[in-house]
């Protein structure tokens, strides 16, 4: 395939092995800034293979779909939170959220994690302190401040009590396969480490068995006080690399779309 890259988007070791594992093997690939939201391409790219597959910000997917690009990109947004509940059910960390508009969302209380139900990124799912959320939702409903991200009180959330996580891996998905995996949290400290237990490899691979959101994907799990649990999926065009095996994950993609 024809990799198409977004400049200067991925830390410095993850660019490294990306470009090099690209130009080891001989695929084609070009660097381009992309404008913010709408994904545009600068340079515009100028494929030297019928396959083309992007690697950055997530608004790629709107070049990607206008060029018709095969692959272009895995797009999940149409399998948000909800599709992923009804495969997955109690498999899901936050099986029991509500999901409700952003404008709906009463005032906090205590913390709560919110994240938006779709793989949008209108904005990072976390735990929010009540003072913090509470103004912020004025900012966006009251005041349709959305600061460039078209979040508006009509986006759908998901909230919840927040949860005790001992530690929080990705698995990329490939095929039905694990191409490679990384721990990057462990408790509230960030850890990349490319040394994974087994158990979240057979976890995973039930997780598979039992429905793929996309050919290629992103799942990120974690070990909690109640036994492993998925935290959501991403698009694996947009994911960081953390200490994944990069030239592992590369290949499984080129033999995916039958060119490795």
């Given amino acids: 395939m024809h990799w198409?890259?977004?400049?200067?988007?991925?830390?410095?070791?993850?660019?490294?092995?990306?470009?090099?594992?690209?130009?080891?093997?001989?695929?084609?690939?070009?660097?381009?800034?992309?404008?913010?939201?709408?994904?545009?391409?600068?340079?515009?790219?100028?494929?030297?293979?019928?396959?083309?597959?992007c690697f950055g910000s997530y608004s790629m997917r709107h070049t990607a779909r206008a060029q018709a690009w095969t692959p272009g990109v895995y797009d999940?947004?149409?399998?948000?939170?909800?599709?992923?509940?009804?495969?997955?059910?109690?498999?899901?960390?936050?099986?029991?959220?509500?999901?409700?508009?952003?404008?709906?969302?009463?005032?906090?209380?205590e913390p709560t994690f919110l994240r938006p139900v779709d793989d949008s990124k209108y904005f990072a799912g976390k735990v929010f302190m009540p003072g913090d959320f509470n103004d912020w939702k004025h900012k966006v409903v009251d005041l349709g401040q959305d600061h460039g991200t078209s979040l508006s009180g009509e986006t759908l959330v998901q909230l919840c009590n927040p949860k005790t996580i001992y530690g929080e891996y990705r698995f990329w998905i490939v095929n039905g396969e694990i191409a490679t995996r990384s721990m990057y949290k462990r408790g509230d400290k960030v850890m990349y480490a490319s040394d994974v237990d087994e158990r979240f490899d057979r976890f995973v691979h039930e997780c598979v068995q039992a429905w793929q959101?996309?050919?290629?994907?992103?799942?990120?799990v974690c070990d909690t006080p109640h036994g492993m649990k998925i935290v959501e999926i991403n698009t694996?065009?947009?994911?960081?690399?953390?200490?994944?095996?990069?030239q592992s994950l590369v290949l499984s993609l080129e033999d995916l779309e039958g060119a490795g």
């Fill in 4 to 53: 198409i890259l977004q400049e200067n988007l991925f830390k410095e070791n993850e660019w490294a092995s990306l470009t090099g594992t690209l130009e080891r093997f001989g695929i084609p690939f070009s660097v381009h800034k992309v404008v913010p939201f709408v994904g545009e391409l600068v340079p515009p790219a100028e494929p030297k293979h019928d396959k083309v597959v």
């Fill in 76 to 109: 999940l947004f149409d399998k948000d939170f909800k599709v992923q509940l009804s495969h997955w059910g109690e498999r899901m960390l936050n099986f029991d959220s509500r999901i409700l508009p952003f404008k709906d969302v009463p005032s906090l209380t």
């Fill in 213 to 220: 959101p996309h050919r290629a994907f992103v799942i990120d």
């Fill in 236 to 246: 694996i065009n947009a994911a960081g690399f953390y200490a994944g095996n990069v």
